[in-house]
T-cell receptor, first 113, second 114 residues
Framework: AQSVTQLDSQVPVFEEAPVELRCNYS??????LFWYVQYPNQGLQLLLK??????LVKGINGFEAEFNKSQTSFHLRKPSVHISDTAEYFC???????????FGAGTTVTVRA | DTGVSQDPRHKITKRGQNVTFRCDPI?????LYWYRQTLGQGPEFLTY????????KSRLLSDRFSAERPKGSFSTLEIQRTEQGDSAMYLC????????????FGPGTRLTVL
């Protein structure tokens, strides 16, 4: 079985400041990793994913994440946030021999002017 | 590509009533998933279809829950004799069959059981 831990439940940040959202996972087999964003009253939207290859993955809206196998981490970063980045962010894991996603509890990002 | 749609978006019901939700996946996607999301938590897997076959059900899916995908297109999730603990957002997602393909989520159905 796998589990996903998002280390920060809430992250307040000022506009144009950088942000990092931490995600760690545990699994005994290879995994695929995803970050989704959920804006208020909306469904989940994919930000980026790691399947294989380069460990630095670039996604939409200026987000990127780095897969670190030794640390079993997949932290999400953005160098300069906007008010519109206020949302809940979910890290998710998919086992290489499975199909369902296991999600972390989410990190609420609040961007202030 | 019109995206995944779900109906209704909101449902308020009284305890003990039955409710049914519908999900229409992206047309060429043959995998369909149901997840449940409670306040302050990430989505939790409920069940999965490949075409019309229901291949896995989570232990979260009690006997009061049933899901169908009769023609391999849209899916329904029914909850019988609803309880207050069933109050949650019910999310549907779909994906292609090939490998670890991205799951595309619908807007969800928010259920409130009074």
């Amino acid at each position: 079985a796998q589990s996903v831990t998002q280390l920060d439940s809430q992250v307040p940040v000022f506009e144009e400041a950088p942000v990092e959202l931490r995600c760690n996972y545990s699994s005994s087999v290879s995994v695929y990793l995803f970050w989704y964003v959920q804006y208020p009253n909306q469904g989940l939207q994919l930000l980026l994913k790691y399947l294989s290859g380069s460990t630095l993955v670039k996604g939409i809206n200026g987000f990127e994440a780095e897969f670190n196998k030794s640390q079993t981490s997949f932290h999400l970063r953005k160098p300069s946030v906007h008010i519109s980045d206020t949302a809940e962010y979910f890290c998710a894991v998919n086992l290489s021999n499975d199909y369902k996603l296991s999600f972390g509890a989410g990190t609420t990002v609040t961007v202030r002017a | 590509d019109t995206g995944v749609s779900q109906d209704p978006r909101h449902k308020i019901t009284k305890r003990g009533q039955n409710v049914t939700f519908r999900c229409d996946p992206i047309s060429e996607h043959n995998r369909l998933y149901w997840y449940r999301q409670t306040l302050g938590q990430g989505p939790e897997f409920l069940t999965y279809f490949q075409n019309e076959a229901q291949l896995e059900k989570s232990r979260l899916l009690s006997d009061r829950f049933s899901a169908e995908r009769p023609k391999g297109s849209f899916s329904t999730l029914e909850i019988q004799r609803t309880e207050q603990g069933d109050s949650a957002m019910y999310l549907c997602a779909s994906s292609l069959e090939t490998g670890p393909d991205t799951q595309y989520f619908g807007p969800g159905t928010r259920l409130t059981v009074l």
